[in-house]
Structures are given as C-alpha cells and as structure tokens.
C-alpha cells in the first residue's frame, strides 16, 4: 500500500524582544505568519493607530506594550517601539531563507498617494521623501514618524524608501506609509514557493555588500 509522505512543516517565525533602558520598557512579540491580530498599548493613540494599521495589513500578529517617559515628550517611546519591533521581524525571519525579499506597495488614501519599496536586504537603509504641512497629529508631532521608519529599517535590517507622492491631509499621508509599509513587507516576507531552500542572494547570505 502506497503511504504519502507529509512534507515538512516550515519552523515558525515568531519573536520576542524586551527592550529595557532608562527612558523605556517595550515588549514585542509577533509571528510574521499570522492573521493580523494585535494588542497594542503605547500610550500614545495616534502610534497604537498606526501599529495597529501595520498589524492588519501585514498580517503580521502583534502584541506590543510600550511604557515610556511620555512626561517629556514622544520621542523615546516612538524610537524604541520601532527599535523592538524592528528586531523582533529579524530574529523572526532567522537567516531569510526562503523568503521573496522584495516587495512594493503604492497606496491611494483618498487625496492621498504614497510609495514605499522594500528589500529585506540585511542591509539598513531609510529614503524618506515625506513631507508634512503640520508640525502635531493629535499630540504626536509629526517628524517623529521619520524616526519611527529609521528606527525600524535599522533593527529590522531592511532597505526601505517610502515617498509620498502627494496629498493634502497629514492623517492621510502618515497612514498612506504606514500601510505601504505593511504591504510592501507583507510581500518580501512571503515564502518563496520556488526557492523555499535558498537564500534569495547570489552570495548565499544576505547583508553586507551588494
């Protein structure tokens, strides 16, 4: 009698990085295979908005709580959330075996258009080209998203270009990125079906030079 073989069950791409200093304590813990599922807590609302918008349309699960020195300002909390999940979407994706490495999402939100292009390189890289015509969203000034985006490609260690085509409302266009941003990684990081053995690189290993 003849018996099928059940193929191998690809190892699971979950993570879980604590990240502790003077001005935060965050934890993240996700798998790059989920449904899109999160609980999110930063205490900043406009953040918990946009991680949210990353969770959904990546489907990437999301746990995130972040507690920080809010009485100064934002900016160490919204640095070291996308320092932590950076580094979490890396320790997930292990060696980047087996992974489209690319992906690219263009993103209409209205009056709103925006870009954004990535490769899970192992190489960090950030091409900002976003401008706003507000200095505050809510309460969250608005040049900290670039931080959050640099902060992000650095630990996730990806290139990443995000670029707001046009538009006119500042909600708009940070969330236009954000759900580039996911898109985009939601293609790279999907399995290769032609190549689940291979790193996606002529060298054998991604990072370092071209």
């Excluded at 236009?176 to 079906?193: E, N, Q, V, Y």
Aim: charged share 25%; net charge negative.
């Amino acid at each position: 009698m003849n018996q099928s073989i059940s193929p191998e069950r690809p190892a699971a791409r979950i993570a879980s990085v604590a990240r502790r200093t003077k001005e935060t304590r965050i934890d993240v813990s996700l798998n790059l295979d989920g449904t899109g599922d999160y609980t999110v807590d930063t205490g900043i609302g406009f953040l918990d908005h946009m991680m949210e918008q990353l969770s959904r349309h990546s489907l990437i699960d999301l746990e995130l709580k972040a507690v920080g020195d809010l009485h100064i300002d934002f900016h160490h909390t919204t640095e070291d959330t996308g320092i932590a999940i950076g580094e979490a979407v890396s320790r997930a994706l292990g060696d980047r075996k087996g992974i489209c490495r690319y992906g690219d999402a263009l993103i209409p939100m209205d009056e709103t258009l925006t870009r954004v292009a990535l490769d899970c390189s192992n190489r960090p890289y950030l091409i900002w080209k976003v401008g706003f015509s507000r200095p505050k969203l809510g309460e969250m000034d608005t040049e900290l998203f670039k931080e959050w985006f640099q902060a992000f490609a650095q630990a996730a260690g990806v290139t990443l270009h995000v670029e707001n085509l046009y538009g006119e409302n500042n909600h708009h266009i940070v969330e236009s990125c954000f759900k580039g941003l996911a898109r985009a990684l939601r293609a790279a990081i999907a399995p290769d079906p032609r190549k689940a053995d291979a790193v996606p690189s002529t060298k054998g290993v991604l990072g370092g030079s071209l």
